[in-house]
């Protein structure tokens, strides 16, 4: 895996000091407690609505700390676990939008000599048993042609654009790669859980976002034709249903010819 600047696209020096600067834009990208920042400058960022993602992050981080099982990445769900087996995990993978937990439990099942590479705005407070960046799905840090799987584990909805970090994920896919893909869905009016927390009620939604975590969230029909627009191929596909009203889907896209 090479690092590539996320503003240019220019290749990174080792990371090594406190900081390092683009050969090329001059941009300094700077080590963190636990993750090297690698995210680019405001100004280069993609068209979009990042006021309202930065509020999202925020009621994100909030639900990290009060609940930290409710995301995949954490406990060792079922659901979960399939996913794992289904990714096919081998080679060089790199996660987008790991979370901050040292080890996703979605890495569990994987080929011998597997090398994780995770992305994540959000890096926490501790360290990572892998090699993890702060960065953004839509300006991806590394070089074309870097990985063998890139996993997206209920993160799609997160995104300030889809569109963008789905082309990102196919630049840095070698030849034969392939890109996997976790989607949670509720169908429309599903009821309200009856136990509902004081933390969560206490979340804004931000104006133009989804609802509290999402900035849009899609279903099963709505994702495949996502993949379309993004000339992706499903190339495998599974269905769960969790109760009559959440399932779970999973996605293998390869590039299309
Ligand atoms: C529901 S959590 C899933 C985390 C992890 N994959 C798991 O399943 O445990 C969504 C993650 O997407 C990350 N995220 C949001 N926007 C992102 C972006 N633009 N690029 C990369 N990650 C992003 C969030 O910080 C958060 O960690
Ligand atoms: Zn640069």
Redo the contacts with the bound molecule.
């Keep these: 895996m090479t690092l590539a600047c996320p503003n240019c696209a220019a290749v990174l020096p080792p990371l090594t000091g406190d900081a390092v600067d683009c050969p090329s834009c001059a941009t300094t990208y700077r080590r963190l407690p636990f993750a090297w920042d690698l995210t680019p400058p405001r100004e280069a960022l993609t068209a979009g609505q990042w006021e309202v ?1 930065e509020q ?2 925020r009621n ?1 981080e909030v639900s ?1 700390e009060a609940d930290p099982e ?5 406990g060792s769900r079922e659901d ?1 676990q399939r996913f794992s087996r289904f990714s096919r995990l081998a080679g060089d993978v790199l ?7 040292p080890w ?3 890495f569990d099942h994987h080929a011998p000599d597997t090398r994780f590479v995770g ?4 890096v926490g407070e501790r360290e990572a048993r892998y090699e993890r960046f702060r ?4 300006h991806l840090p590394f070089a074309d042609g870097s990985f063998d799987v890139v ?1 997206f ?3 799609l909805d ?3 654009d889809p569109t963008a ?1 789905l082309a990102e994920a196919q630049r840095v896919l070698r030849p034969g790669g392939t890109i996997s893909i ?1 989607l949670g869905h509720k169908r429309e009016g599903a009821p309200k859980p009856t136990v509902s927390h004081e933390w969560y009620e206490a979340l804004q939604v931000p104006d133009g976002a989804e609802d509290r ?1 999402h900035m849009e969230r899609f279903g099963p029909d709505e994702a495949v034709a996502l993949f379309v627009r993004a000339a992706l191929e499903v190339t495998d596909q599974e269905h769960h249903h969790v109760d009559e009203w959440r399932s779970y889907h999973f996605y293998r896209l390869t590039p299309g010819a």
């Design positions: 993602w999202l992050q994100g990290y409710h995301n995949l990445g954490v979960v996660d987008v939008g790991c979370g901050p937990q996703p439990a979605y992305v994540d705005p959000l960065a953004l799905a839509e996993l584990a209920g993160t997160h995104f300030v970090a976790y975590f």
